[in-house]
């Protein structure tokens, strides 16, 4: 069920981003040609969870546009490439798409890191870019472009739900990368706004398979629920 839900979600993210091609930078559109779509994703490695289905969602999506016409008469053109969740490769991707591929717009990372690598790169070379992280907000008047709301205000959301149900004593297991250190840092800020309290904490690697020590850890701090 999960990854049908996701497999879903990224195919309507697909769809809403190749909607928006008619408008791309003229930079990769000149002519005739095809529309040039690039993606960065982790489809290979310990989030291909996320990046895999995202790949497949925007070629099927690809395929339904050519097959009905393209768009205003003009097919799409895919360049996809798996940066293993490494922000070094996520970088030369980035230079890659731009440089040789010339796209108009460029679809992924699937993380924070490797999207912050790939940033300054986007920006000098005007070329928008939509991410799929909450971790980076983009700032006003940039290329940057992300379908989440605001991590201050995705944790306050969930936060609001588990006060809703009495939740006041919270366990915390976050992953030691960016996502992991951000959203820690969110639910240590807001949680007492909420008259919560996080009574334990730990940390797993994002390709750990097994975390009960740590779960043996949080779960002898007594949170509600546990």
Do not use: C
């Not at 990046?51 to 395929?63: A, T």
């Not at 796209?103 to 000098?124: D, F, K």
Request: glycine share 10%.
């Amino acid at each position: 069920m999960f990854k049908r839900i996701k497999l879903l979600s990224t195919f309507a993210l697909a769809t809403a981003t190749l909607g928006l091609m008619a408008a791309a930078p003229a930079r990769a559109q000149g002519g005739g040609g095809p529309f040039r779509v690039g993606i960065i994703a982790s489809g290979t490695g310990p989030v291909s969870f996320l990046g895999d289905p995202f790949i497949k969602s925007v070629r099927l999506r690809v395929e339904q546009i050519n097959s009905a016409g393209g768009i205003n008469g003009r097919q799409v053109q895919l360049f996809a490439y798996d940066d293993e969740s490494s922000p070094d490769k996520a970088l030369t991707f980035a230079k890659k798409l731009i440089t040789e591929d010339k796209v108009a717009v460029i679809l992924g990372p699937s993380l924070s890191s490797t999207t912050r690598a790939i940033l300054p790169t986007i920006e000098a070379a005007k070329v928008p870019v939509l991410y799929n992280t909450p971790i980076n907000e983009p700032p006003p008047g940039s290329f940057q472009f992300s379908p989440f709301p605001s991590e201050e205000t995705s944790y306050r959301v969930a936060l609001q739900e588990l006060q809703r149900r009495g939740i006041k004593r919270l366990a915390v297991l976050a992953t030691t990368d960016t996502t992991g250190e951000s959203g820690h840092g969110w639910l240590n800020k807001l949680a007492s706004t909420y008259g919560m309290e996080v009574v334990g904490s730990e940390r797993l690697n994002i390709a750990d398979k097994d975390v009960t020590p740590q779960m043996t850890k949080l779960r002898s701090a007594s949170p509600d629920g546990s």
